[in-house]
C-alpha cells in the first residue's frame, strides 16, 4: 500500500513527465508538419545547417578526425638576446606585462622555442609563425602519430608573423586547405595545437570579431576567437568546420599568461597570399609610399581645421621616398587612392603593401583645406631601420628654460641639448599628472613645431598656445619626435 509521502512522489513524477511531453509536442509544431514524431524531432535537431546552408555538427568528432593529423608540434632551438629565465619565446605573446618581466638578460643564451605549425602539401611544405622560429639554430615537428622529423625554414616574413617550413620524410604528409572565404562573426572555430607542450589539443569556440589591430605597423586584421589557445598554440590552425585553415593562431590577450577566451588569428587571406610570395619568391616584395602617418582623431582634425576624420595624417615623408620626391609635406591628409575613399591609416597600409613596385598611383590629398591630386610611382618597401636609440641617450641633463603650465613640460631649445641635433625644442623632463603625460609625451621627445609653425625655443612652443588660445581653439597640434618615429599630438587647451 502507498502512503501519503508515495502518492505525493508519484503526483510529481507524473506532473513532470506531462511537462516534458507537452515541450516536446510544442518543439514539433513550432518545426513545422514536416515534424510530427519523435523520432522526427531527433533527425531534425541533427541534421541543422547554418546561414550558408553549410552542415553545423552537434559535435566536431569527424571534423577533428580529419585534420589533426595534418597538425604538428614544434621545438626549435635557439640564440634569443631576449630570452628570460621565466619565459621561453615562440609562445603566444602574453600582451600586458610589466617592463620588468620583459627586461633581457645581459648576454644572449641558447633555449628551446615551443609551437606549433601544419601542413599544406603532403610533400613536406609547412607553415607556423615567424616568431616560433626566429634565430633557430635547429627545427624539429612532431608530428599527431608521434614520429618526429626535421624541418628547415625555407623562408619566413616577420611583417605579418607567418614562416614556411620544409620537413623532410616523403611524401605521405596529411595536409589541410586554406580557405578562400572569410569567417563571419560568430561562426563555429576549431583551434588545434601544442599548448605547453601537450599535442594534438583541440578547442573550439566562435569568431568574436574580425579585422582586429593589435599590432602596430602589421599588415594583419586579426580574426579574435574564443576558442582557448595558450603558450605552445602559436603557429597552430585554426578550422571552420568544414576543415579549412581560416587563421594562424599568433597572439593571445592575458593578465595571467593563460587563455582568457580572447585570441588572434592571421587571417586566412594573408596566410594564402604571403605563403605563396615566400614559395615562389623566397620573400615578400610590398610596395611602398614612404610616409609616416597616423589616425586622424577629431582633436587633431579640429586643431588642422578639418570638418573630417577620414583619411590618413601624413606625419612624415620619409627621406628620398616617393612620397617626398612627389612634394607630400608634413600634415598633407591623404584622402583616397586612385579615386577611391581612404578610411583611415591602416587601410591606406595595407592596400599599398598590396601593390607592385613601380605601380602608378593617384593620391588625393588635403593641405590647409585645399584639395590637391598628386601623381607617383610606388617603390620597394626597405628593411626595417635598426631601433631608435633610448630616449635616457638623448635627454639634455640640464633644466629647461620654460615649463608651459598647460603642458606639465620643462624645455629646452633642441641645439643646447649636448646628444641632440635635431631643430626644434627637446622635451627634458614631464609631469606625470600633466595633460603632456596623458597624450604620451617622454623625457627626450623634440617638438618640432606647434600649430603649423616651427619652434627653435620654449618660448616658441609658449607664444603658438597662446595664440591657439586667443583664438578660441580647443586643441592645438603639436609634431613631435620620438626616436626614429615622428607624429602629429592634439594637446587640449582647456
Do not use: C
Amino acid at each position: 500500500m502507498l502512503g501519503i509521502h508515495d502518492s505525493a512522489k508519484l503526483r510529481r513524477i507524473a506532473t513532470i513527465l506531462i511537462v516534458l511531453s507537452a515541450l516536446a509536442l510544442a518543439a514539433a509544431w513550432l518545426a513545422g508538419p514536416a515534424v510530427s514524431t519523435g523520432g522526427d524531432l531527433r533527425a531534425w535537431l541533427e541534421s541543422t545547417v547554418d546561414a550558408r546552408g553549410q552542415p553545423s555538427p552537434r559535435g566536431f568528432e569527424d571534423v577533428v578526425a580529419q585534420v589533426k593529423p595534418a597538425v604538428f608540434g614544434i621545438r626549435a632551438k635557439v640564440l634569443d638576446e631576449e630570452a628570460t629565465d621565466d619565459k621561453e619565446p615562440g609562445f603566444l605573446p602574453k600582451f600586458g606585462e610589466t617592463p620588468d618581466e620583459q627586461q633581457a638578460p645581459e648576454r644572449p643564451r641558447p633555449t628551446t622555442s615551443q609551437g606549433s605549425g601544419f601542413f599544406i602539401s603532403s610533400d613536406g611544405y609547412a607553415v607556423t609563425t615567424n616568431h616560433v622560429i626566429e634565430h633557430g639554430t635547429s627545427i624539429m615537428i612532431e608530428t599527431d602519430d608521434g614520429k618526429k622529423y626535421r624541418a628547415k625554414l625555407v623562408a619566413s616574413d616577420p611583417e605579418t608573423d607567418i614562416a614556411l617550413l620544409k620537413v623532410d620524410g616523403g611524401n605521405g604528409f596529411r595536409s589541410v586547405e586554406i580557405a578562400d572565404q572569410a569567417p563571419r562573426i560568430g561562426e563555429w572555430v576549431i583551434a588545434v595545437g601544442n599548448p605547453f607542450g601537450l599535442g594534438g589539443t583541440v578547442t573550439a569556440g566562435i569568431v568574436s570579431a574580425r579585422a582586429r589591430d593589435i599590432t602596430p605597423g602589421s599588415y594583419n586584421d586579426f580574426i579574435q576567437i574564443d576558442a582557448p589557445v595558450n603558450q605552445g598554440n602559436s603557429g597552430g590552425p585554426t578550422f571552420d568546420v568544414t576543415g579549412k585553415v581560416i587563421g594562424i593562431n599568433s597572439a593571445i590577450v592575458s593578465p595571467t599568461g593563460g587563455s582568457v577566451g580572447i585570441g588572434f588569428a592571421i587571417p586566412a587571406e594573408t596566410v594564402r597570399t604571403v605563403v605563396a610570395d615566400l614559395r615562389d619568391e623566397g620573400k615578400v616584395v610590398r610596395g611602398w609610399l614612404g610616409v609616416r602617418i597616423q589616425a586622424l582623431t577629431p582633436e587633431i582634425a579640429e586643431g588642422l581645421n578639418l570638418k573630417q576624420t577620414q583619411g590618413a595624417l601624413v606625419a612624415e615623408p620619409q627621406p628620398h621616398s616617393p612620397a617626398a620626391n612627389a612634394g607630400i609635406l608634413p600634415g598633407d591628409v591623404i584622402s583616397s587612392l586612385d579615386g577611391k575613399a581612404v578610411e583611415d591609416e591602416r587601410q591606406l597600409s595595407k592596400t599599398i603593401s598590396e601593390m607592385a613596385p613601380g605601380t602608378k598611383v593617384e593620391l588625393g590629398i588635403i593641405r590647409q583645406g585645399e584639395k590637391k591630386t598628386v601623381a607617383l610611382a610606388l617603390g620597394q618597401l626597405p628593411s626595417p631601420p635598426s631601433k631608435a636609440p633610448a630616449n635616457d641617450e638623448r635627454l639634455d641633463t640640464q633644466k629647461g628654460s620654460t615649463e608651459p603650465s598647460r603642458l606639465g613640460l620643462t624645455l629646452a631649445p633642441a641645439t643646447k641639448s649636448p646628444k641632440s641635433a635635431e631643430a626644434g625644442v627637446i622635451v627634458t623632463k614631464v609631469d606625470p599628472d600633466g595633460i603632456a603625460a596623458e597624450r604620451g609625451f617622454q623625457a627626450g621627445d623634440v617638438i618640432l613645431d606647434v600649430a603649423g609653425n616651427s619652434v627653435s625655443a620654449p618660448a616658441d612652443v609658449q607664444r603658438a598656445l597662446n595664440e591657439a588660445h586667443s583664438r578660441s581653439k580647443h586643441n592645438v597640434v603639436a609634431r613631435v619626435k620620438s626616436g626614429f618615429a615622428t607624429r602629429f599630438v592634439a594637446i587640449p587647451l582647456g
